[in-house]
């Protein structure tokens, strides 16, 4: 609200917290669809993972947004071979978690946590060896933009954690990084790739934009992915993306 302030004064202002009655919201196990201005997003409910999303009547990816574990050196400092280019080898996905152990335990796999007039809010929790993840996505329901937040329960050892988001038009495809005093345009070749903060990537007329709390990320795009460490060792802190 606007408060009214008198001039020369003060005004006083009491609040009272009142709970609306619960509202139960939808659970799905074989998918479901959330539309909205200009766009259709369709879950897989067997995997937790966003299966299509089509914007202006085109689908906008090639697979599935996911995560993966990479290993990775035990020495960081002496680069190998698997290294120099793109770092990481051996990458499996992370999975679905049954929610019956663990930090998720008591939780759904996958629910839509929140459903009003300006959003909807569709949470998957994975699972990986002992480590956990939550990935929140958030349609706004007046404007056609998608919001998509990661957190992590990051419990690996000499293993990273990679975001791959999908891309469909390589030859549109411009990626744009952080760098010192500016933003730089970054080569498509596969090679690791330091960025400061953030991300940006513009195919057609899609933007996306990939941001850390962290100050120094890096990626690299083998096609058709953008690939993105979040994650590597467990000495690492916690960090939170949002595309």
């Not at 997003?41 to 990816?61: P, Q, V, W």
Request: proline share 5%; aromatic share 12%.
């Amino acid at each position: 609200f606007e408060a009214e302030l008198p001039a020369m004064g003060t005004a006083l202002y009491g609040f009272e917290l009142r709970l609306d009655p619960k509202i139960d919201l939808p659970q799905f196990i074989d998918g479901f669809t959330v539309e909205g201005i200009g766009y259709s997003a369709t879950f897989d409910g067997k995997t937790g993972l966003l299966s299509s999303l089509i914007m202006d009547g085109k689908e906008r990816l090639s697979a599935p947004i996911q995560l993966f574990v990479y290993d990775d050196s035990p020495d960081p400092w002496g680069l190998q071979e698997t290294q120099t280019g793109k770092m990481g080898i051996n990458p499996r996905s992370v999975a679905l978690d049954d929610c019956k152990e663990g930090v998720f335990r008591g939780l759904d796999s996958i629910a839509i946590t929140e459903d009003g007039a300006l959003c909807t809010k569709v949470e998957s929790l994975f699972r990986f060896e002992t480590s956990f993840f939550r990935i929140a996505y958030l349609f706004y329901k007046t404007e056609k933009r998608i919001d998509i937040e990661i957190n992590t329960y990051w419990n690996e050892r000499e293993r990273m954690l990679k975001l791959h988001v999908p891309t469909v038009d390589s030859e549109t495809l411009q990626v744009l990084g952080q760098v010192p005093f500016g933003t730089e345009v970054l080569p498509k070749t596969g090679q690791e790739m330091p960025v400061h903060r953030f991300v940006a990537a513009k195919e057609q007329d899609l933007h996306l934009r990939l941001c850390s709390l962290k100050n120094l990320i890096s990626f690299c795009w083998t096609n058709p992915f953008l690939r993105w460490i979040i994650r590597q060792d467990f000495l690492f802190p916690m960090r939170s993306v949002l595309l």
